[in-house]
């Protein structure tokens, strides 16, 4: 009997003191977990509080010629694109406002488009920009006068002073009044040249909105007003400069009237 109460006393010690010990391992394992996350937490905030220093640092770091890296500026004289971007010079990239840029840019240079963005390491404001091809001169009466200006492919008009900035402003094309509602029919015609035979040398708008045309092969061809029928009265241009004998194409006195571009009129001197 004494034997086996003394092995039932030492089985319930042992099974108490097991308990004790399995009790412990959870509390020093969430011990430990608690240390490592405090100090992931205190090296995460100074990594942030150090990055923060730096970005403030870096952002408030004037600009200088060197840190605005300019694309797509081949045609453009090298003196008006400085003048156009001397507003960035000297000013933090916190100071600088993109769009603001963006709109002087556009209202300055002969361009298209032009995307700006701030970089901070190095700081550096990086430009790009989207050339527009000009095409043609021209010409446009205003209530002060007659004022010269270019057009780009879209039919565009763009001021004579802004056009001069480009360093080449070679146009075989001239325009002579110009206005806002004739621009698409512009455009359409100066993009579709090949119809002429690359012979296109002047758009002849008037005041009432009849459209001609001069080229090297005839003295003047008269399109009229009608827009929807530009298409058939470029085909039809392409098939006379093919098809009419060389008597009326040689002289450049010969004028064609398609207004009914199914039955083209052709006069001579």
Not at 136 to 146: E, H, N
């Amino acid at each position: 009997m004494t034997n086996r109460g003394s092995r039932d006393t030492k089985y319930k010690y042992n099974n108490v003191y097991n308990g004790k010990i399995k009790s412990r391992e959870p509390t020093r394992s969430s011990e430990h977990n608690n240390i490592v996350l405090l100090w992931r937490t205190i090296l995460l905030s100074a990594l942030s509080i150090a990055l923060i220093e730096i970005f403030i640092q870096q952002g408030w770091r004037p600009i200088y010629p060197e840190g605005i890296i300019i694309k797509g500026a081949g045609n453009l004289k090298k003196k008006h694109l400085n003048d156009s971007t001397k507003q960035i010079i000297n000013q933090s990239l916190m100071e600088i406002d993109p769009q603001s840029i963006k709109i002087s840019l556009l209202e300055d240079l002969p361009i298209e488009d032009a995307f700006v963005r701030r970089k901070m390491f190095p700081p550096r404001v990086e430009i790009e920009l989207q050339q527009t091809k000009i095409i043609a001169s021209a010409s446009r009466k205003l209530s002060t006068g007659k004022e010269n200006g270019m057009l780009d492919e879209k039919g565009n008009w763009i001021p004579i002073a802004i056009a001069y900035k480009l360093k080449d402003l070679n146009t075989t094309v001239r325009v002579e009044g110009w206005t806002q509602i004739e621009k698409e029919r512009i455009a359409t015609i100066l993009k579709s040249r090949e119809y002429l035979g690359g012979n296109l040398e002047r758009i002849i708008i008037s005041p009432q909105g009849d459209l001609s045309l001069g080229t090297k092969n005839f003295k003047l061809i008269q399109l009229g007003s009608e827009k929807s029928i530009l298409d058939k009265q470029l085909k039809t241009i392409s098939k006379l400069n093919i098809l009419l004998p060389k008597k009326f194409i040689e002289n450049n006195e010969a004028i064609i009237d398609i207004r009914d571009p199914s039955k083209p009129e052709i006069q001579l001197p």
